[in-house]
Every structure is written in structure tokens, then in C-alpha cells.
């Protein structure tokens, strides 16, 4: 079949040279380097607290009973008339799982990129980001009725295969065959659990919305050994509607919105950001972290967003 112009529209449809684009961009995005703790979800290598001899030194503090001798800081201790010892810190690997939601709900978008062009690209960012940190990253691309997981490695290929998954399943995402959500969810997280043991990060794009509250429990799972951070991605006209009439269709059925009808207009903001908040909500019980992305602006310039607030937060 050819191609109409419509798919060569990178807006509406990937392709595999704009998503390596972003290996450079993915260099000036900050997702927690340096020694940040273990705590820290966004970090893609972590540093822990040793008692004895590490790889660096990292700061001193007051002697506490049980240290090692062996790191006692006499310098600091001849200073303060105190006894410190010194602490070390040891990289550990912490490699990435990627999930990339390319199922029917994704292909929307109404001013700028589709969601799942979005999702793509956040999904190259990421794993190239990873790279180059040094550790293991994969992922599962999920198409709705069936799913492709590629296992985390080291090897640069990998990524290449990774993002050639995305775009075929962008390339299907307007060909969507029936399937069961919810029975196609459990496979999916059982097939994820299966991969992902423990000491992952673990990302999860979607725009979450048909996950039910049974999905936090299954998250819940993966979070009992695993970080997780879930980004949601959402088009403007989900989050409120321009003030003017709209016909919405989904191919089968269709709508018609008053965008001038404010009480209509405030109703649907609100259950949006009601909607959210909740789930943010249920999720951070099990420390879980999500953050949104919109699909009209830059995507890079978001991350670096997010990001800089989280870590301004975190130092609080």
C-alpha cells in the first residue's frame, strides 16, 4: 500500500531517524545525575552509604557507634576535637525497563504531536539518556491487543532495535484490533515482573487513561524492589476544551460539545485535574512517582522542567 502525506507527517507518525534524533538532545537533559541516593527514582545509577572502604569519598560525619576505625577522618577529628569518620560511596548498576503505551487511545492529538508520537520520543530521550549512563536498558512496547519486549542491554543496538519497535506499532495505531483490556493488562504486568526482579527503574508511559484501580495494585508489585515513574501523556483538549462547537467522533460514534458553555467547560477541567490528583494520590502510598507531558509543546523542554523542579524539591 503507499504512503499517503498524512504519514509521512512526523507529527501523526514515527519514524526511526527522528527518534534517534534525540540521543543529542537526551545530553542536555539532567535526570538525577551524580550521587544522588537510592531513594531518588530519577537517578540512573545510585549510590549507597557504605561502612568501610568504597570507591569514593563522599563526605564526613560524626563517629557513630559501630563504624569501621579503619575510616576514621583524623583531619576533620584533629579540627573539631571530635571523632568523624569518613563516608564512601559505590556506584551500583540500576538498569531501565521502558513500557511504551502505542495502543488506539494514543493516536490523538488536536493542535500540535499525537500522543503517541509524544510517547516515542519520551521513550528515546530516556533510553539514550540511560546509555550513557552505563547501564542495562529495554523496555515492552504495547500495540493493545499484543506487545514487543526487547530485553535490557548494554549494547547500543539494542536502543536502535528498541525504537524500530515503536515505530511499527505507531505505523498500526490506527488499525487496532479488539482486545480485552483488562485480561491484556495482566499478562502484560506478569510478563514485566518476569523481567523486571529487582533494583530496576522502571518507566511507564501511557496516557493512563483506561487503567482502573486494579492497575496500582499490580504497579504496587513491581514497586516493592523497583523504582517506578509513570509519565502520563495528555493532549490540551483533554485537559479543557476551546470555547467554540466540537464534533468528536471515535470512527464509530460521535458528540457534539458547546465549548461556550462554561458551567460544561469547568466541569470537564476539573474532572481532568480531579481525576489526576487522585491517582497521583493512590500512587504515591507506594512511593511511586508521575509527572505529565503535554503533546504541544517541546518535549525536551518539559523534561528539563520536571525535572529541575523535582530535584529543587527534593532538596528541601
Known amino acids: 500500500m503507499k504512503s499517503s502525506k498524512a504519514d509521512k507527517n512526523p507529527n501523526v507518525f514515527l519514524t526511526l531517524e527522528h527518534l534517534l534524533k534525540f540521543e543529542l538532545i537526551s545530553s542536555i537533559i539532567n535526570l538525577g545525575s ?4 537510592s531513594n531518588s527514582v530519577l537517578s540512573g545509577r545510585y549510590a549507597s552509604r557504605l561502612r568501610g572502604r568504597g570507591l569514593d569519598f563522599e563526605e564526613s560525619r560524626p563517629y557513630v557507634l559501630g563504624d569501621d576505625i579503619r575510616n576514621i577522618d583524623w ?3 584533629a579540627k573539631t576535637g571530635k571523632t568523624h569518620t569518613k563516608v564512601f560511596t559505590e556506584e551500583k548498576e540500576k538498569p531501565a525497563f521502558i513500557y511504551v503505551d502505542q495502543s488506539a487511545s494514543m493516536g490523538f492529538g488536536s493542535t500540535k504531536k499525537t500522543k503517541s508520537v509524544v510517547a516515542g520520543e519520551l521513550a528515546s530521550i530516556l533510553a539514550h539518556k540511560i546509555k550513557k549512563g552505563g547501564d542495562r536498558v529495554g523496555g515492552m512496547v504495547n500495540s493493545g491487543k499484543t ?16 525504537l524500530q519497535k515503536i515505530v511499527d506499532a505507531n505505523h498500526k495505531i490506527y488499525q487496532p484490533e479488539p482486545f ?3 485480561s491484556t493488562l495482566t499478562e502484560i504486568i506478569s510478563k514485566i515482573n518476569n523481567i ?14 483506561r487503567y482502573s484501580a486494579s492497575v496500582v495494585q499490580y504497579l504496587s508489585q513491581l514497586a516493592l524492589h523497583n523504582d517506578i515513574v509513570l509519565i502520563k501523556v495528555y493532549d490540551e ?5 476551546p470555547e467554540e462547537k466540537l464534533t468528536i467522533t ?3 460514534y460521535q458528540i457534539n460539545l458547546n ?5 460544561l467547560n469547568n466541569t470537564l477541567s476539573k474532572s481532568f485535574e480531579d481525576d489526576y490528583k487522585a491517582f497521583k494520590s493512590e500512587l504515591e502510598k507506594y512511593q511511586i512517582n508521575i509527572f505529565k507531558v503535554n503533546t504541544h509543546e517541546p518535549v525536551e523542554d518539559q523534561l528539563i522542567e520536571v525535572f529541575s523542579n523535582y530535584k529543587t524539591n527534593a532538596a528541601r
Open 237 to 241: 483538549l483533554e485537559e479543557h476544551i
Open 196 to 209: 523486571v526482579t529487582h533494583d530496576y527503574v522502571v518507566y511507564i508511559i501511557s496516557d493512563f487513561r
Open 75 to 77: 583531619n576533620v577529628t
Open 34 to 37: 551524580g550521587k544522588q541516593k
Open 180 to 182: 480485552e483490556f483488562e
Open 259 to 263: 465549548g461556550k458553555n462554561k458551567k
Open 250 to 252: 471515535n470512527t464509530k
Open 147 to 162: 506487545y514487543d519486549v526487547v530485553t535490557p542491554k548494554r549494547d547500543p543496538r539494542n536502543i536502535i532495535y528498541f
